[in-house]
């Protein structure tokens, strides 16, 4: 089924009854607008219906003439609306008419039996509504008062359909935020409630498309076919929904998989500087995952439209579009819209993780996103606190992070990898956002300006950079081949300052330097140029044998690339067996050792 509305059909309220707290004994006056005044037999009927409604029984019943409702009563009582006008069921009527110009796929047979349906059904329809009126707009905040029982996240109506949700809720009126421009909004245009939760429309169609954060494609390749609705806020799968984490994710970056390896339902945050690279790291790990049935959803927010439209290109030029959904909340759209953004995202996540897919989901980034939020909070007079982000900032991440997870079989087996990315500050890791993302992830990959600035790319950090989770998520193949590859890179590093104004190496030390050279020129990885298993699995076992020792910086590359082309013409059969059994055992060690010493005789 075709579906454009971007709100989701989970109450709020499924009680026919309405909460009020009247005053006992006091007189409550119901306005009753109509075009002929009603007979004695329908306002018994009407005081019957308003005592049934409230559970009260001390009613007066103003009538009032008005000719624009064409015929019909309208009944307004406190901050309750009743309508059961000709008007209202005319407003009913356009809003279907408009609902079918937006389907795909409809004859006219089954247009007129809808209708027929519908204006059946019209008098059950159009009542019970809780009304208020906008009191301040300005800045995509709208304050409304008279609506005393709406709910956080609740979406509210304008009389000109514009839809805006429920952020703040104080003594006397409500605060808003607004999707889209308030140009139509102002002071005392009507509000009601819709007692439906925000939400977007998921689906298998979303795949290739780029949306924004309401689920609205902006591709201009036609409308998405969605087949449910899931609200951008819900609870994250309890403890005993999720399975301990156990399953790579492989990145496809050769010092990420074999020293801070990702597992599947794990959160590992990207941090650094502005232009580190932390994107790039994001966009190889979604490249990487062709052919292995991971659906991935790439989650641009407060970025530039050009940024966004290049990271696409790339995507398409890769063929990787057509098992990932991008949503995009840009530098120019409203700050509601980006601070929705992620919620919306994972709602969009969540309905694959729930059919036992596995997701990969990259939030770019969440600095942005907490800026967006601290500026709503800021508009709706919020109290400030540390660097003027509000108080529940905190909760801000970490009730969105915790909905990515790895369920049990029973729960459906799916599961959600995040991957946060968060800017620094001239590498300031103990900023406010940075220490609350840290401390909700599963770990961290740093990189860091002066090795980017150097030529190292990616520029992981290995000292600051850890994985939670570790080898539980690394294939036995990738653990043995790693060995302690990161204990040689720090010693090398290490041993790289103590000797730098130092002229009489002895030789030990002078291999030791060799060696650690090396394998940083190993670790060093084109964009967009992942690599897989058993090509990551062969370069580190060649590296601590020491086949490239003897080669200056700038031959390590090139010799890296003809050596494994050798191994795809002279030694396939051990590529199939890394990527098939993913073991190392002994024996295809010392095969591989073997063969890369073979093909350096050569040369």
């Known amino acids: 089924m075709t579906n454009n509305n971007n709100t989701t059909t989970t109450d709020f309220e499924n009680s026919s009854g ?77 809003k279907k008419l408009q609902k079918i110009n937006g389907e795909q796929e409809f004859d006219t047979s089954g247009i007129v039996s809808m209708l027929k349906k519908d204006i059946d059904s019209f008098a059950l329809e159009v009542k019970d509504d809780e009304i208020g009126y906008v009191v301040w707009v300005g800045d995509g905040i709208v304050n409304v008062n008279g609506i005393r029982h709406a709910a956080y996240g609740e979406i509210v109506q304008f009389d000109n359909g514009v839809k805006a949700m429920v952020q703040d809720i104080r003594a006397k009126e409500i605060g808003c ?101 932390k994107t790039s790291i994001a966009i190889d790990t979604i490249l990487n995952q062709k052919g292995k049935d991971v659906i991935c959803v790439y989650v641009a927010i407060g970025q530039k439209a050009s ?67 601290r500026a709503l909070s800021l508009l709706l007079e919020r109290p400030p606190g540390r660097e003027a982000y509000p108080g529940d900032v905190f909760y801000l991440h970490s009730r969105l992070l915790e909905r990515s997870s790895r369920l049990s079989p029973e729960a459906g087996g799916g599961s959600i990898t995040a991957l946060p990315i968060v800017e620094t500050q001239a590498g300031d890791v103990s900023a406010y956002i940075p220490t609350n993302v840290i401390s909700i992830t599963d770990g ?36 043995k081949a790693a060995g302690s590859i990161r204990i040689d890179l720090a010693q090398y590093r290490e041993m790289e300052v103590f000797t730098q104004f130092s002229s009489d190496l002895d030789d030990t030390t002078k291999e030791h330097l060799a060696y650690g050279s090396t394998l940083m020129e190993l670790l060093k990885q084109p964009l967009c140029h992942p690599l897989s298993l058993h090509e990551q699995v062969i370069i580190l076992c060649a590296a601590t044998n020491k086949v490239f020792i003897d080669l200056k910086p700038e031959e390590v590359k090139d010799t890296q690339q003809r050596m494994l082309q050798y191994f795809e013409e002279n030694n396939p059969e051990i590529i199939v067996e890394i990527e098939n059994d993913k073991v190392m055992t002994d024996d295809l060690a010392k095969r591989i050792a073997d063969a890369a010493k073979k093909f350096r005789s050569l040369r």
């Not at 009538?63 to 901050?79: A, C, Q, S, T, Y």
């Not at 399953?247 to 050769?254: A, D, F, R």
């Not at 030029?317 to 995202?345: E, F, N």
């Open 18 to 94: 309405i909460q009020s707290n009247i005053e006992e004994g006091k007189v409550i006056i119901a306005h009753l607008y109509c075009v002929t005044p009603p007979d004695e037999e329908q306002l018994d009927g009407i005081k019957q219906f308003l005592q049934k409604k409230f559970s009260y029984n001390n009613f007066e019943i103003l009538v009032k003439k008005d000719e624009n409702l064409v015929g019909g009563f309208l009944l307004k009582v406190e901050n309750y609306e009743f309508d059961w006008t000709v008007k209202g069921r005319m407003k009913q009527l356009e």
């Open 177 to 277: 935020i607004l999707f889209s421009k308030d140009d139509d909004i102002h002071e005392g245009d009507k509000v009601t409630r819709t007692k439906k939760r925000a939400g977007v429309p998921v689906g298998d169609g979303f795949l290739g498309r780029v949306v924004d954060a309401l689920g609205a494609p902006i591709d201009d390749e036609g409308v998405i076919e969605s087949y449910d609705f899931r609200p951008i806020e819900c609870e994250a799968p309890g403890i005993a929904d999720r399975k301990s984490v156990t399953v790579p994710m492989e990145t496809g970056i050769l010092s990420i998989d074999s020293m801070f390896p990702i597992g599947r339902g794990q959160r590992e945050l990207i941090i650094g500087d502005r232009q580190t690279g």
């Open 307 to 373: 940024t966004i439209a290049k990271l696409v290109s790339t995507l398409k030029q890769h063929d990787s579009m057509r098992y990932t959904i991008v949503v995009t909340a840009s530098a120019s759209d409203p700050a509601s819209l980006q601070y929705i953004a992620p919620y919306a995202g994972t709602a969009m996540a969540e309905y694959f993780m729930y059919k036992g897919k596995d997701v990969l989901i990259v939030y770019d980034d969440l600095s942005k996103h907490a800026v967006a939020y």
């Open 444 to 479: 961290q990959i740093f990189l860091e300006s002066d090795l980017f600035f150097s030529g190292m790319r990616p520029a992981v950090n290995v000292g600051l950079s850890v994985s939670r989770v570790g080898g539980a998520a690394q294939t036995k193949a990738m653990k």
